[in-house]
């Protein structure tokens, strides 16, 4: 268990360095192996990768599929598992698959040249200059399709640590059942770990900064008052926000080009540290989420245009995107060891939060401006961790929001900025607010550079300029 002192300037310290400080590696979710089978450039899905145009976007939501998609678009055919003929004599007779005729592997690299400046507790400040991370994270993905109806997706990142070991995980590995009944893309289904189409939009594999949006996805509601700051590795079990990823069950669909439903079912907060009981999940509920999307102009999320020519700019998509969702969990049974300011070992325990809000996303011309409003409402349980006993009851709520811009140059070049800010729960911690700008070049199609500058808006002295290279085949 690790203890926490509620003092707010250091809370508020300590939370937003690890913020300006991008200590946490993202991804890029750009899949060469898609280039591959379709014998076609990573700009047709991507505007600057891994974000998405609006075809992209159409050819995730599809399961991997081209909109439209006919044999002839296929450049690699895949291997048949079994005659066709096989699907009128089942059950009689295995239902035929098919795999890759080559293996459906892809890779990225970043390397990143890191410059910081933070507050210490003490007062001091700190500054490391020309940290070359060379690597500094290797992310190997297996992508593609198994027939008609079903898809899969997997990731496994290695990422370096200072001190020169490796840290591996698997981030992503779930399979999609596609349209498996009823109208074409009206029902998908995911099983595994993946990314939520709860976040779409907005999560760090469909952006293009590098620092991910944590005042969203990495706000700590847990503390005495309701509420420590930013940084998921504050306490343990994680912190209990806005989900990134889940482990669980999903169904989504498209209706009538221009409307998408998501719900989902997803494991909840992890064991807490010295549970033996090997479990993937800390308690028996499970988390529910819900989402509803309607797009206005452009081309559908389904990939229709209505008959209308595909832009030659890719990245054009006139067109006005908004959505409202939802996540209910529930960490009851899942204890927070804290020490409060006055010295009291305490445990808090979240019996269940509520998190809602809504996304938009306006394209028209060069121009992509998007954010999303989250709001979040937590019930927690003080108890004495020496005699148990009940200290308070308090339903506290926080809200965080952000808005980014991202403008295209040229065909090659985009110039990003964002603006994110958490407004605590607890009155006795300050608000968190983060500027991020970011300017990203393809020197070549699968080349990317990035020079990015994030800087803590309250606390001037906390900022990190990095220079990074990604390239993926």
């Known amino acids: 268990m690790i203890a926490q002192r509620y003092s707010a300037q250091r809370v508020v310290r300590t939370a937003v360095i690890g913020v300006a400080l991008l200590a946490i590696a993202s991804t890029a979710h750009a899949v060469p192996a898609f280039a591959r089978k379709y014998q076609t450039s990573c700009q047709t899905c991507h505007i600057v990768f891994p974000k998405l145009n609006a075809f992209g976007e159409a050819f995730r939501l599809r399961g991997y599929r081209m909109p439209g998609e006919t044999e002839e678009m296929v450049k690699q055919p895949a291997v048949s598992l079994g005659s066709p003929a096989y699907k009128k004599l089942w059950p009689q007779a295995v239902w035929p698959g098919e795999i890759s005729s080559a293996v459906p592997l892809a890779v990225n690299v970043k390397m990143a040249e890191v410059n910081t400046s933070s507050v210490n507790d003490d007062g001091s400040v700190s500054r490391i200059s020309n940290d070359l991370q060379f690597p500094q994270e290797v992310n190997i993905f297996g992508a593609g399709t198994l027939g008609e109806h079903v898809s899969y997706f997997t990731e496994v990142t290695f990422s370096a640590n200072a001190d020169g070991s490796v840290a591996v995980d698997l981030e992503h590995a779930h399979m999609g059942f596609?349209?498996?009944?009823?109208?074409?893309?009206?029902?998908?289904?995911?099983?595994?770990?993946?990314?939520?189409?709860?976040?779409?939009?907005?999560?760090?594999?469909?952006?293009?900064?590098?620092?991910?949006?944590?005042?969203?996805?990495?706000?700590?509601?847990?503390?005495?008052?309701?509420?420590?700051?930013?940084?998921?590795?504050?306490?343990?079990?994680?912190?209990?926000?806005?989900?990134?990823?889940?482990?669980?069950?999903?169904?989504?669909?498209?209706?009538?080009?221009?409307?998408?439903?998501?719900?989902?079912?997803?494991?909840?907060?992890?064991?807490?540290?010295?549970?033996?009981?090997?479990?993937?999940d800390g308690n028996n509920a499970k988390d529910v989420y819900a989402r509803f999307d309607y797009k206005f102009g452009g081309m559908g999320l389904d990939g229709?245009?209505?008959?209308?020519?595909?832009?030659?700019?890719?990245?054009?998509?006139?067109?006005?995107?908004?959505?409202?969702?939802?996540?209910?969990?529930?960490?009851?049974?899942?204890?927070?060891?804290?020490?409060?300011?006055?010295?009291?070992?305490?445990?808090?325990?979240?019996?269940?939060?509520?998190?809602?809000?809504?996304?938009?996303?306006?394209?028209?011309?060069?121009?992509?401006?998007?954010?999303?409003?989250?709001?979040?409402?937590?019930?927690?349980?003080?108890?004495?961790?020496?005699?148990?006993?009940?200290?308070?009851?308090?339903?506290?709520?926080?809200?965080?929001?952000?808005?980014q811009a991202d403008y295209m140059i040229y065909p090659w070049l985009q110039a990003s900025g964002r603006y994110e800010t958490v407004t605590p729960a607890d009155p006795a911690v300050q608000s968190i607010r983060i500027g991020t700008l970011n300017m990203s070049a393809l020197v070549r199609a699968n080349v990317k550079v990035m020079v990015e500058y994030q800087r803590d808006l309250r606390q001037g002295d906390n900022h990190s300029l990095n220079a990074l290279l990604r390239f993926a085949f």
């Open 304 to 403: 229709d245009t209505g008959g209308q020519p595909i832009p030659e700019k890719n990245w054009h998509d006139n067109s006005l995107r908004v959505g409202v969702f939802t996540y209910r969990g529930d960490a009851s049974s899942i204890p927070f060891a804290l020490e409060t300011d006055s010295g009291v070992n305490v445990n808090i325990e979240d019996s269940h939060f509520l998190r809602t809000g809504f996304y938009a996303s306006v394209f028209y011309q060069d121009l992509n401006v998007f954010g999303a409003y989250l709001h979040g409402t937590d019930t927690l349980n003080t108890t004495d961790a020496a005699t148990g006993a009940l200290l308070q009851a308090i339903e506290p709520a926080y809200h965080a929001w952000f808005t």
């Open 178 to 280: 596609d349209s498996p009944f009823g109208p074409e893309d009206l029902f998908h289904f995911r099983i595994g770990k993946f990314a939520p189409n709860v976040v779409d939009g907005f999560q760090e594999m469909w952006i293009a900064t590098d620092g991910a949006i944590d005042s969203l996805f990495n706000y700590n509601p847990i503390g005495v008052n309701g509420g420590t700051g930013l940084g998921a590795d504050a306490l343990s079990p994680n912190s209990i926000s806005l989900p990134a990823l889940v482990n669980g069950v999903e169904g989504y669909g498209i209706i009538n080009h221009r409307a998408m439903w998501v719900a989902g079912l997803a494991n909840g907060v992890m064991a807490a540290p010295g549970d033996t009981t090997g479990r993937f």
